[in-house]
């Protein structure tokens, strides 16, 4: 499965070549100089899928056009970095963990819709995800957006 991951980085450090600082090995698992469990989060594709939209209400930052946008770049770098921004990032993120919080676990979700090559049948994915696992994950994204926002630093997304 395709992952987007998420770091803490200095905003003077954070440029179209951002990506160079860090690497992923054939598991997919980001890996980088100071990168610690605490300062990295990550999120499977089809979950970042399921709460694009809210997504779409931050104003970001992609360094490899230097162009403002919304949202996440799916297929590149972006950067949360307006202190307003990441308090938005970190109130979205908790507010889809207080969500998920009253599921049943394992949480299963509606994906994209799909049709069956040969039979011409349509069907919605199910994603199913660990709660304890998914709301630690998005407990330590929205811990990050708030260091970031406190410390002046930012958030560096890696789209798939």
Not at 126 to 143: G, M, P, R, T
């Amino acid at each position: 499965m395709s992952k987007h991951h998420f770091v803490i980085e200095n905003k003077s450090q954070v440029n179209e070549d951002i990506y160079t600082f860090y690497s992923w090995d054939s598991n997919g698992v980001i890996h980088g100089n100071g990168l610690t469990t605490e300062n990295h989060a990550t999120l499977e594709d089809e979950f970042i899928a399921y709460i694009y939209d809210s997504l779409c209400w931050l104003d970001t930052w992609n360094p490899s056009t230097c162009m403002r946008c919304s949202g996440l770049n799916n297929y590149g770098l972006t950067v949360i970095e307006e202190q307003d921004v990441l308090l938005k990032f970190h109130q979205l993120i908790r507010a889809w963990m207080d969500l998920f919080s009253h599921a049943t676990d394992p949480i299963v979700l509606t994906g994209r819709y799909c049709v069956d090559g040969e039979e011409q049948k349509g069907y919605y994915e199910k994603l199913v995800y660990n709660k304890v696992e998914l709301i630690n994950e998005l407990h330590k994204l929205a811990n990050m957006a708030k260091y970031a926002e406190i410390n002046g630093k930012c958030i560096v997304h890696f789209g798939i």
